[in-house]
């Protein structure tokens, strides 16, 4: 079998001498292929192996299919100059991984882009976006509702409810200083891994 999947990459892992097993995510879920001779010096594919590598991968086979090409599409790789930025997005990515069976791929892969390039490219917090996009996929999973309220934020819960009722281009005007929105996240973060029955790795750097 041979398909083409505008797909972000996830996660790698290293297989044989010089290959990965990576974990692809698109509008159609999450795809498994092995990337073949990426960890060799000079390889020409070695930039659809990054973290966030958004590219058209080009794969043959069934089972685990091989890459047999790749294009890229936007070059995600400047969040990696920003801890934290890259921290949410590797957090976002997880998530995106662990809910992929229980929400409409096609609508969690967009929203991932468009909270990836919100990070990137505007004056948005990380941490808020990442805060929004895991509430956004606990909503669409249908397990949990997070609270929708702006008001005064004075706690992780009226800071959390605050998010939930703003759009992501709103988010710059919601006011709370680092250990709040840290404790929202956080919040989030523990009720994404109670109903997902999972642990979110990346969300350790704020413990």
């Known amino acids: 079998m041979e398909k083409s999947i505008t797909a972000i990459l996830i996660k790698a ?6 290959d990965y097993l990576v974990r692809l995510f698109s509008a159609e879920g999450i ?10 010096a000079g390889a020409k594919m070695k930039f659809a192996a990054q973290p966030m590598a958004f590219c058209v991968y080009e794969l043959t086979g069934n089972k685990f299919p091989v890459v047999t090409g790749a294009s890229q599409i ?9 801890m934290i930025q890259f921290t949410c997005c590797m957090i976002m990515l997880e998530a995106a991984d662990y ?22 490219y ?3 917090d990380a941490r808020l976006a990442a805060t929004k996009f895991l509430q956004k996929l606990l909503y669409m999973s249908g397990l949990f509702r997070p609270e929708r309220k702006k ?3 004075v706690d992780a819960q009226s800071l959390s409810a605050a998010i939930a009722a703003s759009y992501l281009d709103e988010l710059p005007g919601l006011v709370a200083d680092n250990e709040l929105i840290n404790a929202a996240l956080k919040l989030n973060l523990a009720m994404f891994e109670r109903f997902f029955s999972c642990k979110i790795n990346s969300g350790r750097f704020f413990s």
């Open 151 to 153: 008001g005064p934020v």
């Open 31 to 40: 795809v498994v292929a092995v990337l073949r001779g990426v960890r060799k």
């Open 122 to 124: 505007s004056s948005v």
């Open 99 to 120: 809910s992929s069976a229980a929400v409409d791929c096609a609508e969690s892969f967009l929203s991932l882009l468009k909270s990836i390039k919100t990070i990137i």
């Open 74 to 82: 936007e070059d995600f790789s400047s969040v990696c100059a920003d």
């Open 13 to 18: 892992e290293e297989r044989k001498e010089s």
